[in-house]
């Protein structure tokens, strides 16, 4: 049985304009009242998914950051420090064309970037820091080493008094992948990464929100 859904916001919850379907809107908060928790994890930063979370009517516990920063119940705990994160980023930029996220100024534990260049040469630059670098379809993400959304739904359900078999999972790139640990409900969009829908127990026909819609009829949780 499901008592916890933990989501990604961007590209899951969100088509790639960052449009939100008014039906998962309405899904989430009627799955919401039959008393399961509905958690988001997302590479973004804490206000804004406060923000998100409040305008869509949710409850559930917030990973930030890629599980560098959580919000449960009325208190924030933070796992990591964005020292590492940002040294690397200012080698980085010494030979590199990157730009910054207007976000970056409310990061505490990682840093994000979009970057024109070679992807690969720019990740040997970071190799010399305990970072790696995470794409999320949005922006790269330095992170700290174990700084993941497996960390995060590990760490929710360590918080939470659920089992890892009663917890769902949904995301769709790359950074989303560390969420798929063993034992809990896999799920994965028709616009996913090919990696999530190899590691996924369903694959939703639809995408996006309607994608989701369909997810959480599949497992009985809207009729």
């Known amino acids: ?57 949710l409850k559930g516990y917030l990973a930030a950051e890629n599980g560098g920063i959580f919000y449960a119940k009325g208190s924030i705990r933070k796992d990591f420090s964005n020292e590492a994160p940002l040294a690397a980023f200012e080698l980085i930029k010494k030979y590199f064309n990157v730009t910054e996220p207007v976000t970056n100024r409310w990061r505490e534990t990682s840093i994000a970037f979009n970057c024109s260049g070679d992807i690969e040469t720019l990740k040997s630059f970071a190799k010399e820091f305990p970072v790696s670098i995470q794409y999320s379809k949005f922006a790269y993400h330095i992170l700290n080493k174990n700084q993941d959304k497996g960390h995060a739904v590990n760490a929710i359900i360590e918080m939470s008094s659920v089992m890892a078999d ?58």
């Open 1 to 57: 049985m499901i008592r916890k859904i933990i989501l990604d916001i961007d590209g899951t919850l969100t088509d790639m304009d960052l449009k939100v379907d008014p039906e998962i809107i309405d899904s989430l908060r009627y799955v919401q009242r039959q008393g399961i928790s509905i958690d988001l994890c997302s590479g973004n930063v804490l206000p804004v998914m406060m923000g998100i979370r409040n305008i869509l009517g």
């Open 166 to 223: 009663e917890v769902l999972v949904c995301g769709d790139s790359e950074n989303d992948l560390p969420m798929y640990i063993d034992s809990v409900h896999r799920a994965a969009l028709s616009n996913s990464d090919d990696r999530l829908k190899e590691r996924a127990d369903y694959v939703s026909v639809d995408k996006f929100g309607k994608g989701l819609v369909e997810i959480l009829r599949f497992h009985d949780l809207i009729e």
